[in-house]
Structures are given as C-alpha cells and as structure tokens.
C-alpha cells in the first residue's frame, strides 16, 4: 500500500462481488476503489439493490469479495477467516443498523455492556454507562428493548457502537424505521459523538436521507458497481 492508503482505517481496492443465480452472473461491485480517512464522514447513497448494503458489508469484513482486496485498519480483511475478521473488529469497528439488532433479553445497559465484556475492555461498566449517558438514556438503562421507542432503540444502539471508541463506525440506513424529527436527533448524536471518540472516528454511512448525506464531508453514489463523487 502507499502511505496514503496506510493511513485509511478502511480500503477497498479492485472490489468486485458477483453473485450466480438461476438466472445467471449477477455484477453488483465491479473494481471499486474507496479509502476512508480517521476522523471523517462518508455518506453513499443510491438506488434500493444497488450495493450499498453489499458494499458496507465488505468493508467491516462481513462478506467475502469475489475480486480485489479490502483493508482494515492496516490489515487485509478478505485474507483472514472468521475468528481472525471477528477478533480484527473487535473493538476497532461498530455498527448501527436500520432495524436497532438490540438482544431483546438484555436491558438498553446490558446490550451496551456486552460488546465491552466480550473484547475484555477495562472499565466495562463505567463505559456502558457514560456512553448511555451522553444518548440521553441513563434513566432507561434497566429498560428491554420492546418498553423503548424506536428512536429510543436507535440511541441505544448508538451507545453500543460508540462505547469501545471504533476506529470507524459503520451505519447502514440508521434514520430509516424513525420519523424526522427523531432522525435529526439521531444525525446529530452520530455526528457529535463520531468527534468525540478519540481523534475522531471514521463514519461510514448508507442512507436514503439527504439530510443525513449533506451534513457528511464526502457524498458518494452507487451506481452501476460502482463509486462517483457528488457535490
């Protein structure tokens, strides 16, 4: 790699994904480039089935490519297996999803607790709890999931990506299941708080919210397999 692409906390080089079907070869990435920089927010957008998802998935080392490579913070992804891709992310990446994926068994401070506990970070709890804290959720911590709203869920959930301090931080559609104004407390939560975790972690977002798009650094489009810059 060159310097600069040392420096990125996440890179795609010569991405492809192709997937066979009854009805042929499928091309969804074809020979995508992308670095992603400390520090700053990348929104994608595109059209539904585009590769968007597919493209997020890649990148946390979630998904095998099918051609080219994918770094992770200074380490080849799509070379290492599963426990080697899972002990990678760990503590280094976090996510927030459309639909929460909070454990439905766990209070809101046992689901922000656990991804702590199982990376062995000190001060777990202390943690967990100044992370539910700046969510605005200390007085809901021993609260399930199904006694929260969805925006309460996503707060959660954000409180979860961000308490091991990621290097970057992934999010796929993280407005998509709430109404406006609780999306534009959710944008500002992820934007305050991706400056407040350390020297800033990198944000990678999909989205269909302009909203959230125009309030990143870099906006990108998928189209065709591939990346394109919009101003």
Same mark, same amino acid.
Request: a negative charge.
């Given at each position: 790699?060159?310097?600069?692409?040392?420096?990125?906390?996440?890179?795609?080089? @010569?991405?492809?994904?192709?997937?066979?079907?009854?009805?042929?070869?499928?091309?969804?990435?074809? @020979?995508?480039?992308?670095?992603?920089?400390?520090?700053?927010?990348?929104?994608?957008? @595109?059209?539904?089935?585009?590769?968007?998802?597919?493209?997020?998935?890649?990148?946390?080392?979630?998904?095998?490519?099918?051609?080219?490579?994918?770094?992770?913070?200074?380490?080849?992804?799509?070379?290492?297996?599963?426990?080697?891709?899972?002990?990678?992310?760990?503590?280094?990446? @976090?996510?927030?999803?459309?639909?929460?994926?909070?454990?439905?068994?766990?209070?809101?401070?046992?689901?922000?607790?656990?991804?702590?506990?199982?990376?062995?970070?000190?001060?777990?709890?202390?943690?967990?709890?100044?992370?539910?804290?700046?969510?605005?959720?200390?007085?809901?911590?021993?609260?399930?999931?199904?006694?929260?709203?969805?925006?309460?869920?996503?707060?959660?959930?954000?409180?979860?990506?961000?308490?091991?301090?990621?290097?970057?931080?992934?999010?796929?559609?993280?407005?998509?299941?709430?109404?406006?104004?609780?999306?534009?407390?959710?944008?500002?939560?992820?934007?305050?708080?991706?400056?407040?975790?350390?020297?800033?972690?990198?944000?990678?977002?999909?989205?269909?919210?302009?909203?959230?798009?125009?309030?990143?650094?870099?906006?990108?489009?998928?189209?065709?397999?591939?990346?394109?810059?919009?101003?």
């Amino acid at each position: 790699m060159s310097d600069q692409a040392a420096s990125a906390v996440s890179q795609a080089i @010569g991405l492809g994904k192709h997937v066979t079907g009854p009805a042929g070869s499928l091309t969804i990435l074809a @020979g995508l480039n992308l670095e992603i920089h400390a520090g700053e927010a990348v929104a994608i957008l @595109g059209a539904s089935g585009s590769g968007k998802s597919t493209l997020l998935g890649l990148l946390a080392g979630l998904d095998d490519p099918t051609d080219g490579e994918v770094w992770l913070c200074g380490r080849r992804v799509d070379r290492l297996d599963e426990d080697g891709r899972a002990e990678l992310r760990a503590g280094r990446v @976090g996510f927030v999803f459309q639909n929460f994926q909070l454990l439905p068994t766990l209070t809101a401070r046992e689901n922000v607790l656990l991804p702590l506990e199982l990376t062995g970070t000190p001060d777990a709890a202390r943690r967990a709890d100044e992370a539910l804290d700046r969510v605005g959720l200390s007085a809901r911590a021993g609260h399930y999931p199904r006694q929260l709203s969805g925006g309460e869920q996503q707060r959660v959930a954000i409180a979860r990506a961000y308490a091991p301090r990621p290097a970057v931080l992934f999010a796929d559609e993280p407005t998509g299941n709430l109404d406006q104004t609780t999306g534009e407390h959710i944008i500002d939560l992820l934007l305050d708080l991706r400056q407040e975790t350390g020297t800033g972690a990198a944000l990678v977002l999909v989205t269909h919210d302009p909203r959230l798009a125009e309030r990143c650094d870099r906006r990108l489009r998928m189209h065709d397999g591939r990346l394109e810059p919009l101003t």
